[in-house]
């Protein structure tokens, strides 16, 4: 949680010092081109709250979106035959076709914006149920970071500094947004070199990831960059009940299979245990332990996690330190 809370702080501390840029604070409806925006629930929020985000300038490439919340934890929808799957109905958040909800401390999420297309603009909607009578839904709450992130023409700066003796055409050289630039195709993006990365609405282990989810978790590479390490201290993903130990591969994502059921799962590429020294690909099931592995696929270093359409029990997702080195 800290290392969470750390990097959006390190991200608007980087900003402010940088370019010592004002926050907008738009409220429920409006419309913002700043830099850093942060959006806060109103006292009394209304059902449907949308914000609408504007590119600050024609080299923005991607919003960085930082957040704690607490909204409605999803519900159980039916799909008959006694399946469920796990969906944000109540309430949600949702920004470029991503539905969530719950409770989270400090995740984020990249979504791209395409600067040079003057039409473009990003919405963030928050959806709520009616809180009348005694719903027994939570007080809503969210608290979200926005940052437009700029890349220069052409290229993605993966570096804090930017030579300031070299102008960059419409945009202000005392920006430095590089670091935190996504490799395309991210859902969310590390750059530090370690941290802690969990599943959305983990909430301590007491939460539901959503059904129907796919999306990458990319780290940052360096010239020098051998591995990626990852301690995983909570999984439950997929079937933990018929399997109350980590499986891994074919027990998760069956070659002969020619659907998504029984497809939850965590993939991590070229991935060795460091006990074992046993190789695996995909990772499902639970664990009740501490398990280390390490990838070491010469490419973008980068895990992806998996969610089908059926909602076993326990299905509370993962969290898991890193380390790059």
Known sequence: MRNCIASALLLLATVAATQAAS?????????????????????????????????TSRYVCQLRID????????????????????????????????????????????????????????????????????????AAYWDMVVTQLECPAGASVRSLDLDDGVPIEGRATSIKDGFFVAPSGCRQYFP????????????DGNGIYPSRMNYAICFRRQTDTKALTIRAYYFNVGDVVAASTLMTDENCYSSESTNDLDADFLMVPQATFEDSHKHATY?????????????????????LFNSDDIYRQNEAGFAFTYVVS
Request: proline letters at 7%; one cysteine or more; aromatic letters at 8%.
């Open 23 to 55: 926050v907008a604070k738009p409220t429920c409806g409006g419309t913002s081109s700043s830099k850093n925006i942060n959006l806060v629930n109103p006292k009394n929020p209304p059902r449907v709250c949308e914000y609408h985000i504007k590119p």
């Open 67 to 138: 957040w704690a919340m607490t909204l409605a934890q999803p519900t159980l929808e039916s799909q008959g035959s006694g399946l469920t799957y796990a969906e944000c109905t109540r309430d949600y958040f949702e920004v470029d076709g991503l539905k969530l909800c719950g409770t989270e401390l400090w995740q984020h999420i990249y979504v791209p914006l395409n600067a040079t297309d003057g039409e473009s603009m990003v919405d963030l909607v928050i959806s709520l149920a009616d809180r009348g009578g005694d719903s027994g839904l939570p």
């Open 192 to 203: 530090q070199a370690k941290g802690v990365v969990k599943s959305f609405n983990y909430n």
């Open 283 to 303: 990772f499902c099931g639970s664990i009740k332990k501490d398990v280390v592995i390490s990838s070491n696929n010469p490419g973008p270093l980068m895990v």
